[in-house]
């Protein structure tokens, strides 16, 4: 029965997940339980232990006897999402440099390059946007600590729906795509400091193109 009730948990937890980092459920958009739970096919239980670790995630907002509120992502929100992770995402890869791992393990990584130099031939910035999370998602897959993983994964989720409404404001991510290429060549070469300082100029980059294109658009919801 615990199993059961945990996986409808679950499932509920990720369909609504993505419905709100697609923006089908977009920033300022709130509905009561019962009209959630009809939007899912579910019962109530279920959406309301789900908007719970929503809530906690820093996604939605609970509202008493309203249901629940999806949030907005505010400059300044992404100014202080930017700052952590320009601290931790270099450390996390400076620490695979030092591993000195063989192409088996990093094939993913050569993997989402691929996919992203790809993407950019085809012009296609869904393709891209997906291969860039896989890359950063796989940087923390294989350092293996999983508060880190945690953490930044949450971070990267409240930061996803901004990122997806300046991916077409801004010139298509070239720059991007070769900066992730040279981050793996400096973690295949075992050049932690080298891969340190890439990372956060990329990381420091983007955060400035972001929080400048966030300055002129006013997102849904806000």
């Not at 008493?64 to 505010?74: D, K």
């Not at 291969?131 to 993983?149: K, M, V």
Request: aromatic content about 4%; some cysteine; hydrophobic content about 45%.
């Amino acid at each position: 029965m615990h199993s059961t009730k945990s996986k409808l948990v679950g499932g509920a937890y990720e369909q609504l997940k993505a419905e709100i980092l697609s923006n089908r459920m977009p920033p300022g958009f709130q509905a009561p339980e019962p009209e959630i739970a009809l939007r899912l096919g579910m019962s109530r239980t279920p959406v309301r232990e789900a908007l719970i670790r929503l809530e906690g995630d820093g996604l939605v907002e609970l509202i008493p006897r309203h249901g629940a509120r999806v949030l907005p992502v505010s400059a300044a929100d992404m100014a202080e999402i930017y700052e952590i992770l320009t601290a931790l995402e270099p450390a996390a890869a400076a620490a695979l440099a030092r591993q000195n791992l063989d192409a088996d393990v990093l094939a993913p990584l050569e993997d989402a390059c691929n996919q992203m130099e790809q993407a950019v031939v085809d012009k296609d910035l869904d393709a891209w946007a997906l291969a860039d999370d896989h890359f950063h998602t796989t940087i923390l897959s294989l350092h293996g600590n999983r508060r880190l993983q945690s953490v930044v994964s949450d971070l990267l989720d409240q930061s996803h729906r901004a990122r997806m409404v300046t991916l077409r404001m801004r010139s298509f991510p070239e720059r991007s795509t070769r900066e992730h290429r040279a981050i793996l060549e400096k973690i295949r070469a075992g050049d932690a400091d080298g891969v340190h300082a890439l990372f956060r100029a990329h990381r420091e980059r983007a955060a400035k193109e972001l929080l400048g294109l966030l300055d002129s658009y006013k997102l849904p919801g806000l």
